[in-house]
């Protein structure tokens, strides 16, 4: 068994060099920072491994819990160790605008209608309660716009040891930072729309 972790991590370290299953390369950095073993909670986790910033430690030997609207039975196929919960933290509907946005905030859904965009509503999705989350490595977070209110119901149960979330990306985000500093987090790393944080 060991053996075969051990074969594994090499491979896994030589596929870096060239594989990114992340958008700007978050999956490399977090192999870099990460202990070998550990658990995510990947909230806004789309596809089981395009864009996926946990789909490299999945395949290094993690496991964990994944929340989105889409993709149900790819997770199940793809990630048969990962938990998948359909739905949302901190919504219940989703505005899909063709070619352009994807996001869970109406704020953001009302200013796209009224420059007269195109849009796809989804409604009575799952409200999830964050108090469920608990005892996770990382915690990797993309929902477009309800990252901090949803950042602060996950800290109010459990405070990971790393966080993954774009902070810099939305008007939205601002105050992502000074927040999570503010809970003793350090940034250690950065993308151009996520910042990691190490608590």
């Not at 996001?103 to 009302?110: H, L, Y």
């Not at 939205?172 to 944080?197: F, H």
Request: include cysteine.
């Amino acid at each position: 068994m060991e053996m075969r972790l051990l074969l594994r991590h090499k491979i896994i370290k030589l596929l870096r060099l060239f594989i990114s299953f992340s958008d700007e390369g978050e999956d490399k950095l977090l192999l870099q920072t990460l202990p070998r073993e550990g658990t995510y909670l990947d909230i806004g986790a789309f596809h089981p491994y395009r864009v996926s910033n946990t789909f490299f430690l999945y395949i290094w030997g993690w496991s964990g819990t994944c929340v989105d609207i889409q993709n149900k039975w790819k997770f199940k196929f793809f990630r048969h160790r990962d938990k998948f919960i359909y739905g949302y933290v901190g919504a219940s509907k989703s505005y899909l605008f063709p070619r352009k946005l994807f996001t869970s905030n109406p704020e953001i859904a009302v200013k796209m209608i009224d420059e007269g965009n195109q849009v796809i509503i989804k409604d009575n999705i799952p409200n999830i309660d964050p108090s469920q989350f608990r005892d996770y490595t990382l915690l990797d977070l993309d929902i477009d716009g309800l990252d901090k209110k949803v950042l602060e119901s996950l800290m109010n149960e459990y405070q990971p040891p790393f966080i993954l979330v774009e902070d810099k990306c939305l008007d939205e985000q601002k105050g992502i930072y000074e927040y999570l500093t503010g809970l003793g987090y350090k940034r250690i790393a950065n993308s151009t729309r996520n910042g990691l944080y190490k608590k």
